[in-house]
């Protein structure tokens, strides 16, 4: 079974193609800055061992035309993989916002379409691309079932002590405010994977999973059921990130409107946009913040302090939640990436069971490992996530009635 994994952002579709029976991946791409003059599309192709790459650098006017030409390549001489485009069984899409009603991949069919559009309302920004990716789909691969894994699926299962806010109850009931969680394809692959590696049923297992990519969330899962997570009603709340402020009072707003005459979209694009690590030190990418703080640049040192602490106090809160601890997991660019990040999250913590191992901390990444020492009450682990192999196996088990 082949199958295509696809993540249609506002002017970009980010793609994956697998082949299930070999469990290998076939190719991968990106094409960006759709609808504008300059866009670009980067394909890469595995064969035979080999990585062959191909690309356009032209216009590409909208989304039916950046797939149509996603499949030139994945037909194309030389870095082709299928021969026809109806080789590919399936696709699996990225949908960000399944609100209530998706709690598992599903199938798409108009009620389906009709139910992500009603949820347009909770992710403005991401479920309207996604659709447009879901027709376009459908369009160049009628033959083809397509299947839509929601982001939010996973932290369904949280209960309401932890999913509500504190807010008069009817802005739940009528305008669904509450918590919903983001990244749940990651948290739920990385917990799957943890229990694999660490051999046992993922159904006795409390794990924490700590996301910190671009974007970052913790989830605590317990027996492979998220109970809670960082992400709100948005992807704002919850840890520091890149660019956005995570947890902050919410009267902050208010504050900045009268303080400094800041309107709504000033605010939004100040927490969203020009805050977090590139508010703390004016650099959003990890890297350059390890570095500049190496270097002796005093604000990078205090965000990275100020990054790890959140972190701290989540592991500290969600310890609690779940009552006991088998895994604190690490994953994303920077959780895998980062060693010195793990380290400050877990610094001080030796009283709670949670220690990291210097040396197999600092070891290169080959899948899922331990970090913690010998014998710890709590295993730390770097376990690398793969949403875009989640998407394809869930598709593939949604195709084959559950299995
Ligand atoms: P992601 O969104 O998962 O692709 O993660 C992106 C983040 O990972 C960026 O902040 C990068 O700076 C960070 N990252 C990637 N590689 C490293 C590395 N070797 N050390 C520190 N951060 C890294």
Wanted: proline residues 4%; negative net charge.
């Amino acid at each position: 079974m082949r199958i295509l994994v696809i993540n249609t952002g506002s002017s970009s579709i980010k793609y994956q193609l697998f082949d299930m029976e070999r469990a290998v991946i076939l190719a991968s791409g990106l094409a960006e800055r759709i609808g504008e003059e300059q866009s670009s599309l980067r394909h890469k192709a595995f064969i035979d061992g080999q990585e062959r790459l191909g690309q356009y650098d032209r216009a590409i006017a909208d989304h039916h035309q950046g797939l149509d030409l996603i499949v030139e390549l994945l037909t194309a001489p030389g870095v082709g993989v299928i021969t026809h485009k109806s080789d590919i069984d399936a696709v699996g899409h990225r949908v960000v916002h399944g609100g209530e009603r998706f709690k598992a991949p599903c199938l798409i069919d108009e009620a389906v379409i009709a139910a992500i559009e009603e949820n347009a309302a909770l992710a403005p920004l991401h479920n309207p691309p996604n659709l447009v990716g879901v027709r376009v789909a459908r369009q160049i691969f009628p033959q083809a079932a397509q299947v839509a894994v929601f982001d939010t699926a996973f932290h369904q299962t949280i209960p309401a002590e932890a999913f509500l806010y504190a807010l008069p109850y009817e802005l739940y009931q009528k305008h669904r405010v509450r918590r919903y969680g983001f990244h749940g394809t990651s948290h739920w692959y990385v917990t799957e994977q943890t229990a694999l590696f660490l051999g046992r049923p993922v159904e006795e297992l409390d794990i924490i999973t700590v996301h910190l990519g671009n974007g970052a969330s913790m989830a605590a899962v317990r027996g492979g059921r998220c109970i809670d997570t960082t992400m709100g009603l948005t992807p704002l709340e919850g840890l520091v990130m890149g660019t956005r402020s995570g947890d902050v009072d919410p009267a902050l707003p208010f504050f900045l409107a009268d303080q400094l005459g800041l309107g709504l979209k000033d605010i939004d694009r100040l927490l969203n946009k020009e805050s977090g690590l590139k508010g703390l030190c004016g650099h959003n990418d990890m890297r350059q913040v390890i570095e500049a703080s190496h270097n002796g640049d005093e604000k990078a040192a205090t965000a990275l302090a100020v990054y790890a602490y959140r972190i701290k106090k989540y592991i500290g809160a969600y310890l609690a939640a779940l009552g006991r601890l088998d895994a604190l997991v690490f994953t994303a660019g920077i959780g895998e990436n980062a060693p010195q990040v793990r380290e400050l999250c877990c610094r001080g913590l030796e009283g709670l069971g949670i220690a990291i191992d210097p040396a197999r901390n600092l070891a290169p990444n080959h899948g899922p490992r331990l970090i913690s020492p010998e014998g710890a009450l709590v295993q730390v682990l770097v376990t690398p996530t793969n949403e875009e192999l989640k998407i394809a196996q869930e598709t593939r088990k949604l195709l084959n009635g559950g299995r």
